[in-house]
């Protein structure tokens, strides 16, 4: 077998804390970084893995690196020679105004590129090129912002060479970019520092605060190291509509109108159901979901969609709602026929981790949420969570996040990291019509056109992360406790399958298509293997030991009137009072006086 590609980094003293996060961002991507470091007596390099023409290599190095080997007479030339002598991509970075000396950059790219400037215009914006798709993938194309001025600088003083390539912009200026020297491609980046992916990532944290730190160097690695690099192999988007009653309208939403507008625009929508409405749906409504499955499905919301209900932190309270949610789900497929999807929609957004505790332990497949931070303070999640399709921080139980429809960046941001593009709207939503989400729709198609719109159920079970390790030998991190394994080659392979678990997991066997397969435990989750044969497919199941489940018990009177009082209330409030200008504009009134007592 061929050695792993690996990310050779340079260095010429100790480790910078730059070098050793983007080391571990590259190991989190699955590529291995090797710090190699300059020898005594001008040798390069002391703890090289092997020789260099042996395995494919990228190599990376910081400007202070650089900078004290051209200093270094003994190094200068040699350094040049191994990194520009063999067909290999280079990134070089933390390029600031005050990083090394005058002359580094000129000679580093042959004097292509002269200097290193601080960002003059506050509230810049990044660019993304759409000439580079292979590097920038789904951000290809997107301006956002604003900048992170504490961090980025942007190059100038360039040549006009024909090789040069800016990548990402701010202020129509290079702050990541590539050139040809010799036979390599050099990346130059003006990042001061590297996201750490362990940092705590809290609730007033953004991806845009972190782009600078992070995109740039995911996107040298995947382009660089290519399917040897975590990636998720499809990417799924879909619509989730929040509450509505399954009739022929509830307030600005039309069934039939929406299935127009799919079938024009080609998506799909999740309608998340509170279980508690389990016996109003009507029956012409629910016929059109049988005969659309390609358009339409059913997810769980809630239970009753009281304030909060999910936010609680106490577990037996949140194992009944869990246990009764199905249940009456369960009913509303008996008395309509219409199947369900075991996906939870957390009502207002609000989830604890004993709520996530509570749906795994209720078999559901995953949940669904507008963030990933619990109600009560939790110091566990981290930017690596945010990194993946679906957080894992609650016992491994998958969170998938979703967007409103409003900032195209956002969800391609989403797409680049793997993750899929789920997009909420309530009813009034519609209330200026169904071009708005189309249009919407088409920016999300053109970001990445092979997406595949599915219901929640089918991206959950489908989604993953794979990485090759050799032509037949695959790797693949699965996030819910089914996935859908696919061999769509003409030879048999074998996939090594990992999965989160926390160590008090109670994992009691994993299947193939039904056939008990063996399986590791380790501290950090589960291992399996299967063999794979060409073009099959099958479904891989976790299976838990089954523990007594209490009995979902029925709310007393006291209870199903509060939640019948809020439930009529917000079906006047999406009915009648979102349809009116006058009724809200008079509510808005209300509630501003009220505020003021």
Not at 82 to 97: E, H, K, M, Q
Not at 318 to 347: C, D, Y
């Amino acid at each position: 077998m061929a050695p792993r590609p690996q990310v050779l980094v340079l260095g010429s003293g100790p480790a910078s804390q730059a070098d050793l996060r983007f080391m571990k961002l590259a190991r989190f991507y699955g590529i291995p970084a090797v710090r190699v470091q300059a020898a005594e007596g001008g040798e390069l390099w002391e703890g090289r893995p092997a020789p260099l023409p042996s395995i494919r290599y990228a190599v990376a190095a910081s400007a202070e690196t650089l900078a004290a080997l051209m200093g270094n007479p003994d190094l200068s030339a040699k350094v040049v020679e191994l990194l520009f002598s063999r067909p290999a991509s280079v990134l070089a970075y933390g390029f600031t105004p005050g990083a090394g000396p005058q002359k580094l950059l000129p000679w580093l790219t042959a004097g292509k590129i002269q200097a290193v400037s601080p960002i003059d215009v506050e509230g810049g914006r990044y660019e993304v090129t759409n000439d580079s798709p292979s590097v920038c993938q789904q951000m290809s194309g997107i301006t956002f912002g604003p900048t992170l001025q504490e961090n980025d600088s942007v190059f100038g003083g360039r040549s006009d060479d024909p090789s040069i390539l800016d990548l990402i912009t701010i202020q129509k200026k290079p702050f990541f970019m590539s050139l040809m020297r010799g036979p390599c491609r050099l990346y130059l980046l003006a990042s001061k520092d590297v996201a750490d992916i362990d940092e705590y990532w809290g609730p007033s944290q953004t991806w845009e605060r972190v782009f600078s730190r992070l995109a740039p160097y995911v996107m040298f690695l995947r382009h660089v190291m290519g399917d040897s690099c975590w990636h998720a192999p499809k990417r799924f988007a879909s619509l989730v509509i929040d509450d509505p009653l399954l009739k022929d309208t509830y307030g600005a939403l039309s069934y039939a109108r929406l299935l127009k507008e799919m079938d024009r625009r080609d998506f799909f929508s999740n309608i998340a159901f509170i279980p508690v409405n389990y016996r109003r749906s009507r029956r012409a409504t629910t016929e059109l979901f049988l005969r659309r499955p390609d358009r339409f499905a059913l997810c769980i919301h809630g239970c009753d969609h009281t304030k909060a209900e999910f936010g609680d932190s106490r577990f037996d309270i949140l194992n009944e709602k869990a246990g009764r949610a199905i249940l009456r789900m369960q009913r509303h497929e008996t008395l309509t026929g219409l199947p369900f999807e075991k996906v939870m929609v957390f009502p207002q957004g609000l989830f604890s981790s004993e709520a996530m505790r509570a749906l795994k332990r209720n078999r559901y497949l995953a949940a669904v949420n507008t963030h990933g931070h619990p109600t009560h303070p939790f110091a566990g999640l981290r930017l690596s969570h945010l990194l993946e399709p679906a957080v894992t921080a609650y016992e491994g139980f998958p969170l998938f996040l979703r967007r409103t429809p409003e900032n195209i960046a956002s969800f391609a941001f989403d797409l680049f990291l793997g993750k899929p593009a789920l997009i909420v709207v309530h009813q009034d939503y519609f209330r200026k019509g169904y071009d708005g989400l189309g249009d919407f729709i088409q920016k999300i198609h053109s970001v990445d056109p092979g997406l595949c719109w599915k219901s929640l159920k089918r991206i959950v079970t489908e989604t993953c992360l794979v990485r090759r390790e050799a032509p037949n030998i695959h790797h693949v991190r699965a996030y819910a406790s089914f996935l859908v394994l696919e061999n769509h080659a003409k030879e048999a392979a074998t996939i090594h399958i990992s999965k989160d678990e926390p160590a008090e997991s109670t994992v009691a066997g994993v299947l193939f298509s039904g056939v008990p397969v063996p399986f590791q435990r380790e501290p950090e989750g589960i291992y399996a293997s299967i063999e794979l044969g060409p073009d099959v497919s099958g479904g891989l199941e976790i299976i838990y030991e089954d523990r007594l489940l209490r009995a979902a018990r029925q709310p007393g009177p006291f209870h199903a009137a509060r939640v019948w009082t809020r439930r009529l209330l917000s079906e006047i409030r999406d009915e009648h009072v979102s349809q009116s200008s006058l009724l809200r504009y008079v509510l808005a009134r209300i509630r501003k006086a009220a505020d003021r007592r």
